[in-house]
């Protein structure tokens, strides 16, 4: 299973900007943003942003579109 890789974030005041690809993705703020911030000093930041996100895939995506269960 590969890692999730492409997110980058930016901290406006007290905000944090998550973008992925280029593309903003979610917008922390508060309590939620400060608690981003701590995390991302202790763990894995793309991981973390993944989850928050929920663009965070479980690496059986593509085995299970080719079942023949899944066959269009």
Same mark, same amino acid.
């Given at each position: 299973?590969?890692?999730p890789s492409g997110f980058e974030f930016a901290v406006r005041g007290d905000d944090? @900007?998550?973008r992925h690809l280029g593309v903003t993705a $979610? @917008?922390?703020r508060?309590?939620?943003a400060t608690d981003f911030l $701590?995390?991302?000093a202790q763990g894995d930041a793309?991981?973390?942003?993944?989850r928050l996100t929920g663009n965070y895939r479980r690496g059986n995506e593509r085995t299970a579109r080719q079942h023949p269960?899944?066959?269009r």
């Open positions: 299973m590969g890692s944090v @900007v998550i $979610t @917008v922390l508060g309590a939620r $701590t995390q991302v793309q991981l973390l942003m993944a269960r899944n066959a």
